[in-house]
């Protein structure tokens, strides 16, 4: 029985990694989505008030990129615990009520993902049989409803890795935010 309990955390442990991993490379990604959005808003800002000659479909790509580093970014900060209000709601609170919290916070973010992805879809059709305006040769479905679709299936796969280990290795750890590089931890 212990050795299958073993194997069991063992099992848990390296999803946990392997999730920490793809966790990781999305950062990464999202910081180049980011970056690559401040750069092209800047010489958009700068061409259109400066020179008065603006890039046609800059702002819809900026807005494009903002919407998909929101929804993948969304899925980081919930991996990593760093909800700025439950943080600071539960900084002083008893272990028991931060137990509750989590658990509460697990199934509403289950609850609320499962519900983005077929009204994600349902909007993607919507907006896929539109024709591209504001400069971008493709549909807006592909930056307003796809983040949409793919943050609700990111999320209900984070939360359900985190309820079912939270379950198996019953390690209160696991629901305080894990700071990264380049994170910030108040005292």
């Known amino acids: 029985m212990d050795d299958s309990n073993g194997l069991v955390k063992k099992v848990v442990k390296k999803i946990h ?16 989505i980011v970056g690559i959005f401040m750069v ?6 700068v061409l259109r008030f400066v020179f008065k000659n603006p890039i046609y ?3 819809e790509l900026v807005i494009a990129l903002m919407v998909w580093s929101m929804a993948l970014g ?11 209000v439950i943080e600071f709601c539960l900084q002083n609170s008893p272990s028991i009520v931060k137990k509750i919290m989590h658990h509460v916070t697990n199934l509403v973010v289950l609850t609320t993902s499962f519900v983005y992805i077929p009204g994600g879809l349902t909007l993607f059709r919507m907006q896929k049989k ?14 307003f409803a796809l983040p949409i679709v793919v943050m609700g299936v990111l999320l209900v796969a984070l939360s ?3 309820t079912i280990e939270y379950l198996i290795l019953k390690d209160d750890k696991l629901m305080m935010p894990s700071f990264g590089e380049g994170g910030v931890k108040l005292d």
């Not at 990694?17 to 180049?32: A, H, K």
């Open 57 to 59: 479909g800059a702002d």
């Open 40 to 45: 092209i808003l800047f010489f958009q800002v």
């Open 74 to 84: 969304n899925a980081i900060v919930y991996w990593h615990n760093e909800h700025a």
């Open 17 to 32: 990694n392997v999730v920490d991993q793809f966790i990781r490379v999305l950062s990464i990604i999202t910081g180049y």
């Open 160 to 162: 359900a890795v985190k």
């Open 130 to 143: 539109l024709i591209p305006l504001g400069g971008l040769s493709f549909s807006k479905a592909y930056y």
